[in-house]
């Protein structure tokens, strides 16, 4: 059984006030004034709890090869330029078994479209277009909202079904019912 990072990260109370490191070094890209507790916040403002001031779109970071157990992409991979040469950088500061989580809006939830700054839209099958993602990472989890089970069983059992079908939920469904967002967790290989 694998221990899942992302729902200490967005628990059922929203997203995490403690610091659930346990003394591993993470990297929140593009944290904002929400950082998560006990990472390296990097953002390009210099909000409160930003780190290191620094575009995610500069590449590379300035961090060093294999730095970090985990980086943290929440919100902020569809505000960068090119998803691809991000998530590289990501795997070269990630360690060998490091986590790579990362949560967007979902391309037919309004947030998607509400922020003008928005650059890309995502589907289940989004990831898996990109390169680097089938090559250097194996996903452990995948999640259509929140990686949590829901109290309420009717939304449990919708979730249910469309992580069973996630084609013809992506395809038809979602226009009835759209979800908010996704949220991924994936370990580098080596």
């Known amino acids: 059984m694998t221990d899942f990072c992302a729902p200490k990260i967005w628990t059922m109370k929203g997203f995490v006030k403690d610091d659930i490191l346990g003394g591993k070094k993470a990297l ?3 944290c904002g004034p929400r950082k998560l ?4 916040g990097m953002d390009m403002s210099k909000f409160p709890g ?5 575009d995610a779109n500069e590449t590379p970071w300035p961090f060093e090869d294999n730095s970090f157990d985990l980086v943290l992409f929440n919100q902020s991979l569809e505000h960068l330029d090119d998803v691809s040469k991000a998530l590289e950088d990501a795997m070269r500061v990630l360690k060998s078994k490091g986590r790579l989580i990362i949560q967007v809006p ?14 890309h839209f995502f589907t289940s099958g ?16 995948f999640w259509y909202g929140w990686p949590h ?7 449990q059992l919708f979730k249910n079904f469309i992580h069973q079908h996630p084609n013809f939920y992506d395809k038809y ?18």
Do not use: M, Q
């Not at 469904?173 to 080596?190: A, D, F, H, V």
């Open 28 to 30: 929140d890209v593009g």
């Open 37 to 40: 507790p006990g990472a390296v």
């Open 50 to 54: 930003v780190d290191v001031v620094h």
């Open 106 to 119: 979902y391309f037919r939830s309004v947030d998607a479209f509400a922020d003008t700054t928005h650059r």
């Open 126 to 141: 989004s990831l898996e277009l990109i390169g680097i993602l089938k090559l250097e990472f194996r996903t452990l989890g």
């Open 149 to 155: 089970i829901s109290k309420n069983p009717l939304r």
């Open 173 to 190: 469904l979602s226009i009835l019912i759209p979800i908010e967002c996704l949220t991924w967790e994936l370990e580098k290989r080596n």
